[in-house]
T-cell receptor, first 114, second 113 residues
Framework: DTEVTQTPKHLVMGMTNKKSLKCEQHMGHRAMYWYKQKAKKPPELMFVYSYEKLSINESVPSRFSPECPNSSLLNLHLHALQPEDSALYLC?????????????FGQGTRLTVV | GENVEQHPSTLSVQEGDSAVIKCTYSDSASNYFPWYKQELGKGPQLIIDIRSNVGEKKDQRIAVTLNKTAKHFSLHITETQPEDSAVYFCAASRGSNDYKLSFGAGTTVTVRA
């Protein structure tokens, strides 16, 4: 199984809502990532978890809150988002946190903030 | 930080022809260079990668070359097929000491039947 599974695939939320994005992998990978991708742009790194500890936060606003309950799961909690936060949110995992190991991406959650 | 430039931004080729995408990087400490393919509605997928101790790598119709001196690397796709139509991203990282992949801006490849 070389899949990274993200749910939901699509999400529409109001600016006062609280929602969560979920990501799961069963490849035994110890590093997991959240990326944000705007249309026609490359992915932008948001957070990195290595061995279930947050190791990188790329100065992401606090309205995005990551959580890694165990080595297979990664969540992104959303609160009080702005319309400009609408984007494709990608989860990825790799064997370890080294930048030279293959990163496997999920298909993303298409988020629309209204 | 690392800056990766990618050209061209769009590329249209006739089926069966070759496609070439070029990237340059700025950080001489970068030593890992993956290429990702992103199809519509999907996440990026690694198609080939190269490390700085190798000058060229090939996998069937796909090849990547690396020139460390000039700090550029290229993706070559031969005998293009309609299913090669996608957005391609190059990336660079410092390898095991750095979690971060710095991506190029992407190239939209269209293969005309």
């Amino acid at each position: 199984d070389t899949e990274v599974t993200q749910t939901p695939k699509h999400l529409v939320m109001g600016m006062t809502n609280k929602k969560s994005l979920k990501c799961e992998q069963h490849m035994g990978h110890r590093a997991m990532y959240w990326y944000k991708q705007k249309a026609k742009k490359p992915p932008e790194l948001m957070f990195v978890y290595s061995y279930e500890k947050l190791s990188i936060n790329e100065s992401v606003p606090s309205r995005f809150s990551p959580e890694c309950p165990n080595s297979s799961l990664l969540n992104l909690h959303l609160h009080a988002l702005q319309p400009e936060d609408s984007a494709l949110y990608l989860c990825a995992s790799s064997r370890d946190g080294g930048g030279d190991t293959e990163a496997f991406f999920g298909q993303g959650t298409r988020l629309t903030v209204v | 930080g690392e800056n990766v430039e990618q050209h061209p931004s769009t590329l249209s080729v006739q089926e069966g022809d070759s496609a070439v995408i070029k990237c340059t990087y700025s950080d001489s400490a970068s030593n890992y260079f993956p290429w990702y393919k992103q199809e519509l509605g999907k996440g990026p997928q690694l198609i080939i990668d190269i490390r700085s101790n190798v000058g060229e790598k090939k996998d069937q119709r796909i090849a990547v070359t690396l020139n460390k001196t000039a700090k550029h690397f290229s993706l070559h796709i031969t005998e293009t097929q309609p299913e090669d139509s996608a957005v391609y991203f190059c990336a660079a990282s410092r390898g095991s000491n750095d979690y971060k992949l710095s991506f190029g801006a992407g190239t939209t490849v269209t293969v005309r039947a």
